[in-house]
């Protein structure tokens, strides 16, 4: 693809991930993104053809962008505690905007995906222990981490920043909350400073 069509699929997935945060995955429609995008339908359509094909490479490109960002920095020999720290950090304030969530439109996207033999979020929750589980056994290797099931620390960071990302599009939630789930993590993964 040449580069203004690379820069006009970025603009789609860009303007798309607005709407889907807002609206949900079950609610945006390509003409919602024609008019967010200010694209004909052909010009739409010669780039995608369904919003679920959007939704799922912007899904695909946000787990890519993680998993590179850990790699990166762990090839780097950036400590873990570090890479914990920042992405700890990021999760905090996402777990705070129920605006930019896209946790809804990702339920909403994967349950209507019925079909047991392809089953995209389980391959996704995949792939995201196993990047974790690299950051993680890094970290504890190093003793800047300490030894823990890793297996069990993983569950607690994703269904706990997916579950208050999710409650947060459909409730308030006290602002204290991602705080508190952050500290609970520091204190079960960080050995203590003497």
């Given at each position: 693809m040449?580069?203004?069509?690379d820069l006009t699929?970025?603009h789609i997935k860009?303007?798309?991930?607005?709407?889907?945060?807002r609206r949900?995955?079950?609610d945006?429609?390509?003409k919602?993104?024609?008019?967010?995008t200010n694209?004909?339908?052909?010009?739409?359509?010669l780039?995608?053809g369904?919003?679920?094909?959007?939704f799922?490479?912007?899904?695909?490109?946000?787990?890519?962008?993680?998993s590179d960002?850990f790699s990166?920095?762990i090839?780097q020999?950036?400590s873990a505690?570090?890479?914990l720290?920042q992405?700890?950090?990021?999760?905090?304030?996402e777990m705070t905007?129920a605006q930019?969530?896209?946790?809804?439109?990702?339920?909403e996207?994967?349950s209507?995906d019925?079909?047991?033999?392809?089953?995209?979020l389980?391959?996704?929750?995949?792939?995201?222990?196993?990047?974790?589980?690299?950051l993680?056994?890094?970290g504890?290797?190093?003793?800047?981490?300490?030894?823990?099931d890793v297996?069990?620390?993983?569950?607690?960071?994703v269904?706990?920043y997916?579950?208050?990302?999710?409650?947060?599009?459909l409730?308030?939630?006290?602002?204290?909350t991602p705080?508190?789930i952050i500290?609970?993590i520091?204190?079960?993964?960080?050995?203590?400073?003497?």
């Amino acid at each position: 693809m040449s580069k203004k069509g690379d820069l006009t699929k970025q603009h789609i997935k860009e303007q798309a991930i607005k709407l889907f945060a807002r609206r949900g995955f079950k609610d945006v429609t390509m003409k919602d993104i024609c008019e967010a995008t200010n694209l004909s339908r052909g010009g739409l359509y010669l780039h995608y053809g369904s919003t679920r094909q959007i939704f799922s490479e912007i899904v695909d490109d946000l787990m890519n962008a993680q998993s590179d960002e850990f790699s990166e920095k762990i090839g780097q020999g950036i400590s873990a505690k570090e890479i914990l720290l920042q992405v700890l950090e990021r999760y905090k304030r996402e777990m705070t905007d129920a605006q930019g969530s896209l946790s809804v439109a990702i339920y909403e996207f994967f349950s209507a995906d019925t079909s047991k033999q392809d089953n995209a979020l389980l391959r996704q929750y995949q792939k995201s222990h196993s990047m974790w589980k690299r950051l993680l056994e890094y970290g504890i290797g190093r003793k800047e981490l300490n030894a823990v099931d890793v297996d069990a620390v993983f569950d607690l960071i994703v269904f706990s920043y997916q579950g208050v990302r999710m409650y947060g599009t459909l409730m308030p939630i006290d602002e204290r909350t991602p705080e508190h789930i952050i500290s609970l993590i520091k204190t079960i993964l960080l050995p203590k400073e003497i």
